[in-house]
């Protein structure tokens, strides 16, 4: 026996309203991408904007101080770090394999097949720097869009409101609000870790004199953002480099990879991360590893941000604590 089933017109336009704004997303996803960039962005430098408000300086003048500040300030150091960069990351390439070889004989390991996977390392981080960088209207189309929602974001508020109602609109600029707030401090406390992590690998490798000591602090500093993982993933390259010269020297390299990771989780991450409870570990790999599938490396940068987005909307939606309160 057949049941009749009928479908409202109003579910016909719905579902093609959908499948429309799917597709229209699908679209226009190389702007979406430029400006939820744009927002991260925005979280990351406006507490900056309202400390120099306080001195009464206006917040357009602000924003344009910051840039300047913070883009002369990256020239210089990628300026000047490159040229050894590009020759110690050649160069590492070229003797890691052999040096691994060499100190672990018995591991079967294709060291051609890896040569030839690492020998591109300095030409790519080359080639990307420049590319971010000479792409001038990629680069200025963020800075234009983020510039604009931070002198356009009280204006902006009142019109989401006026737009969405009073009850619906405050609700929405709520939860925007928190957005901001957890996502700028992860942000701003991710960069900072970064950067301590670094900088203290790559003194501490100076100081004993471990042979590519700006390679190995650039790759230790880049893998903090993989929890567990990345910290023992960089100490790698590092401990083979001390086992060509001895293994108490490689002993050495280990002890100061220890040290780095023991400052970091008892005194950089309490200091840096106390107002942004990060994601657990295994939610940041596996949302690394989907947004490196799904999205390549720009997958991989926004996966993070783009989980901390979602918990934040899902947890104003249900109604329970935000874990970054």
């Known amino acids: 026996m057949f049941r009749k089933i009928e479908i409202s017109i109003q579910t016909i336009l719905f579902a093609a309203a959908f499948l429309g704004g799917a597709w229209l997303l699908f679209q226009i996803k190389d702007i979406l991408f430029l400006v939820f960039l744009s927002f991260i962005l925005m979280t990351a430098i406006y507490p900056m904007v309202l400390w120099l408000e306080k001195f009464k300086i206006p917040r357009a003048i602000s924003t344009v101080v910051i840039y300047f500040v913070v883009l002369g300030t990256l020239a210089l150091v990628i300026g000047s770090s490159i040229p050894a960069l590009v020759t110690q990351s050649t160069t590492l390439a070229v003797t890691l394999p052999a040096t691994a070889a060499r100190v672990l004989p018995y591991w079967n390991i294709d060291f051609q097949t890896l040569t030839g996977q690492i020998a591109p390392l300095s030409a790519n981080v080359l080639s990307v720097t420049l590319g971010i960088f000479s792409n001038i209207f990629t680069t200025f189309t963020v800075l234009i869009i983020t510039f604009y929602l931070i002198v356009e974001r009280r204006r902006a508020e009142a019109t989401l409101v006026e737009f969405l109602g009073a009850s619906i609109g405050k609700k929405v600029t709520g939860i925007l609000r928190a957005i901001e707030g957890r996502l700028g401090a ?3 406390g991710e960069l ?3 950067t301590f992590i670094g900088v203290l690998t790559y ?12 390679p190995l602090a650039l790759i230790a500093g880049l893998l903090e953002i993989v929890p567990m993982i990345g910290p023992i993933i960089s100490a790698v390259p590092a401990v083979l480099v001390g086992l060509s010269v001895s293994p108490l020297f490689a002993l050495s390299v280990v002890a100061l990879y220890i040290i780095v990771q023991q400052l970091e989780n008892n005194i950089f991450v309490p200091i840096v991360m106390k107002k942004s409870v990060g994601l657990s570990p295994l939610v940041t790999i596996l949302a690394l590893m989907v947004g490196a599938r799904l999205g390549g490396i720009a ?10 987005v979602l918990q934040v909307v899902l947890t104003a939606l249900l109604g329970t604590k935000n874990p970054a309160a």
């Open 186 to 188: 992860w942000v701003r």
């Open 299 to 308: 997958g991989a940068i926004l996966a993070v941000p783009l989980v901390l």
């Open 192 to 194: 900072l870790l970064m």
């Open 203 to 214: 003194i501490g490798l100076t100081l004993l004199h471990v042979e590519f000591a700006l």
